[in-house]
C-alpha cells in the first residue's frame, strides 16, 4: 500500500491552496489605549480566521487612510474596512471601491455622506447610548448627592468624529430635562492624553471650584485633567464628580481608587465580527447594517473591586 501511494499512484490534482481572503484595514493611529486594543483584537482575530491582514496605521490623518484605500484598492483586496478618524470627506474614495467592485466595512466610526451603497456595515459601538449612559449616572449621583444644582464641563472627542458627536448629544438629550444640570463648557481634547490636562488646565483657571462634574469622552484625556485637578485644592471623584468612557485598565484603576466616579464601557473588541462580515461579503452573503457590541457601566454604586482585568 505505502509502495503504491509512493510509486504511479498519482491520486487527485493538488487543490490549489486557498489563498483565503485578503482583508485592507486602515487604522486611525495609536492615539489611545482603546485604539491599541482594538488593532491587537483585529490582529489576533485575522490570525484565528486565517484571514491575511493588510492592516496601516494612519497616524491621525485622514489624507494618509486616504492613501491607504487607494492601496487596498490597487492591490485587488478581497474586502477593505476602516475606522473613519472624522465623518465627512470619504465619497471620492469609497465612489473608486464601489467601482472597482471591492465592498467597504466601517469599523468602530460611521461617515457621513448623501451617497448610497459607499458602505456595506457598521461595526461599533453605540456612542449615543454610551452619552445617555454617563447622564443617566450623572442624575443618580445628583439624586444621592441632593444637588440642587449641577455644573458641567465637557472635554470632547475628536471633533467631527462619531463618538465625539453621539457622546456630546446623548448625554445632552438625557440631561436636557434636568433643571439642575448646565454645561458650563464643551471643549475639543481630540481624545489626547495632553490635550485632556490642557483642556482642564484652562477649564480650571476659567470656573475653578464652580465646576461639579467632569464630563470626558475618552479615559486619555481623563487621565491627563486628573493630575491637573490634583494640582488645585479640588478633590477628583470627591469634590468633583468625573465621568470618563471607553473603560481601560487605567481607567478602572482609578475609579477603584476613587479618583473618577464613573466609566462607560466602549469595547475595542471588535475583530471577530469584523472576521466574520467580510467572510459572509467575499461569499456573497447578506450581512447587517449595523453591529453594536454590548456594553456596560462601571461606577462607585457598585463594587468596583469585582471588576476584572480589562485586557487593553
Ligand atoms: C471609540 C473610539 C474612540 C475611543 C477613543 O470607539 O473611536 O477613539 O473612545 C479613541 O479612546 O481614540
Known sequence: MALGLLIGCTGPAEEPADPGLLLGFSQIGSESAWRLGNTRDIENAASEYGINLMLENA??????????????IAYKVDVIA???????????????????????????????????GLTTCLIGADFYNEGVMA???????ADSLGLD???????????????????????????????RMHILESIDGDFLTS???????YLLDTYGDDIDVVYSH??????????????????????????SIDAGQEAIDVLKEGKINCVVECTPNLGSELMETALKL????????????????????MDVSAIGPRGY
Open 149 to 179: 444644582n449641577v455644573n458641567i464641563v465637557e472635554i470632547s472627542g475628536t471633533e467631527n468624529s462619531t463618538p465625539m458627536r453621539q457622546r456630546q448629544a446623548g448625554f445632552a438629550d438625557t440631561i436636557a430635562g434636568d433643571e
Open 218 to 243: 475618552n479615559d486619555e484625556m481623563t487621565l491627563g485633567a486628573l493630575p491637573e485637578i490634583e494640582k488645585t485644592d479640588l478633590i477628583p471623584g470627591k469634590d468633583i464628580i468625573i465621568i
Open 59 to 72: 497616524n491621525q490623518s485622514q489624507e494618509n487612510q486616504i492613501a491607504a484605500i487607494r492601496r487596498f
Open 282 to 301: 467575499k461569499n456573497g452573503e447578506e450581512v447587517d447594517a449595523v453591529i453594536h457590541p454590548t456594553e456596560q457601566v462601571f461606577s462607585d454604586e
Open 82 to 116: 476602516f475606522s473613519p478618524i472624522v465623518e465627512d470627506g470619504w465619497d471620492n474614495v469609497l465612489l473608486e471601491a464601489k467601482e472597482a467592485g471591492i465592498p467597504v466595512i466601517l469599523v468602530d466610526r460611521d461617515i457621513e455622506t448623501e451617497k448610497e
Open 195 to 201: 490635550r485632556g490636562a490642557e483642556c482642564m488646565r
Open 135 to 141: 447622564a443617566e449616572y450623572l442624575i443618580r449621583k
